[in-house]
């Protein structure tokens, strides 16, 4: 998902989760990188994916530094943030979708077949505004964890001092 638009759901079949070989194959060679290349060629984005260890892997690692993509460090990428990251509501609003009306899928098929339907459903205009919308979000969450840690600083720095005070 980018402000620029949403890419094509890649469906993974599999009884495990996607490899790294997989994720660099399907997701960063053919989706990630041709949708850079026609929409950010100013180099003004950043990839943030979600903490699934493919999307950290060294080999994928490795070709987004050579491809110049700037990436959110795995240590920089909080866990249970997801006003930070807009595609965790996408997946529950696409889980919505995919089971409207009760929908029962028959076979594999059947659902991946439905899933890139209701996919392909979403409105654009609001994808984009919920990833815009990210960086605002994002802005009020740091200036919070900023007040907070000041405010922090400044009460244990009171405290110490009072404390230090009654030990005289």
Request: glycine letters at 4%; hydrophobic letters at 40%; charged letters at 25%.
């Amino acid at each position: 998902m980018f402000s620029k638009g949403v890419s094509d759901v890649y469906i993974h079949r599999g009884k495990q989760a996607v490899l790294q070989t997989n994720y660099l194959k399907e997701c960063i060679n053919k989706g990630l990188l041709p949708f850079i290349e026609k929409y950010h060629h100013n180099g003004n984005y950043l990839f943030w994916p979600d903490l699934a260890s493919a999307h950290y892997s060294n080999l994928v690692k490795e070709r987004l530094h050579e491809k110049n993509v700037p990436l959110v460090a795995r240590q920089d990428n909080p866990p249970n943030v997801p006003q930070a990251r807009s595609i965790e509501t996408v997946w529950a609003l696409l889980e919505r979708k995919v089971d409207e009306n009760n929908w029962e899928a028959k076979n594999l098929d059947a659902l991946a077949r439905r899933i890139k339907q209701k996919g392909k459903e979403f409105d654009q205009n609001m994808l984009q505004t919920m990833v815009e919308g990210v960086r605002k979000k994002l802005r009020g969450y740091v200036a919070r964890r900023i007040i907070f840690s000041l405010l922090n600083t400044v009460f244990c720095s009171v405290f110490h001092a009072l404390s230090n005070k009654n030990k005289k």
